[in-house]
């Protein structure tokens, strides 16, 4: 079956550090990867996505590239603010051709705490 | 634009007992999907409905059901509450022509 994995929690980091959060997935065939945020208390915010091989997904200073040969999705920001102390969840789901192709499977979630 | 809302925010029921959650899409997605978000077990697919049928459906026991009316909006049901269906239901919608989910904030169902 599909499936997500990404680095354990929580990851703690300066503000202004560089921030990699690592993302690999196992799946049958060709599928859209996500990235989603949470924020306490709340629901999911789609953050960025790929659709395909080297595609780079990117918003709010946040990247992630889809790697075939490394069935990876790796998130990067260059420079972390505080307010982006979240859990990240990586997600992969494959397009339906009926449209809408809602089938998210998620990775366990990675929390970011940010410090000044 | 309004986002996808979900009714109620909060709620507490003990064992045994039912609950229906509320979902309203984005105006114009046709498509709504489920998830139950835990500690334990992290974010798991419920089911999908697309036009009122039911696309697709996650490893979860027939206590759980769902449904959708013609404008979109959508109930989730849970029969003969276990302690262990205390969680974070999330519910999602998505258009036709983009294939992202848009979550709204979730019910916290509390099972006592």
């Known amino acids: 079956g599909n499936s997500v994995t990404q680095m354990e929690g929580p990851v703690t980091l300066s503000e202004e550090a560089f921030l990699t959060i690592n993302c690999t997935y196992t799946?049958?065939?060709?599928?859209?990867l996500f990235w989603y945020v949470q924020y306490p208390g709340e629901g999911l915010q789609l953050l960025l996505k790929a659709t395909k091989a080297d595609d780079k997904g990117s918003n709010k200073g946040f990247e992630a590239t889809y790697r075939k040969e490394t069935t990876s999705f790796h998130l990067e920001k260059g420079s972390v603010q505080v307010s982006d102390s979240a859990v990240y969840f990586c997600a992969l789901s494959f397009l339906s051709s009926s449209g809408g192709g809602n089938k998210l499977t998620f990775g366990t979630g990675t929390q970011l705490k940010v410090e000044l | 634009k309004a986002g996808v809302t979900q009714t109620p925010r909060y709620l507490i029921k003990t064992r045994g007992q039912q609950v229906t959650l509320s979902c309203s899409p984005i105006s114009g997605h046709r498509s709504v999907s489920w998830y139950q978000q835990t500690p334990g077990q992290g974010l798991q697919f419920l089911f999908e409905y697309f036009s009122e049928t039911q696309r697709n459906k996650g490893n979860f026991p027939g206590r759980f059901s769902g449904r959708q009316f013609s404008n979109s909006r959508s109930e989730m049901n849970v029969s003969t509450l276990e302690l262990g269906d205390s969680a974070l239901y999330l519910c999602?919608?998505?258009?036709?022509?983009?294939?992202?989910?848009?979550f709204g904030q979730g019910t916290r169902l509390t099972v006592v």
């Open positions: 999602a919608s998505a258009g036709e022509v983009n294939t992202e989910a848009f």
């Open positions: 799946a049958t065939g060709y599928p859209s």
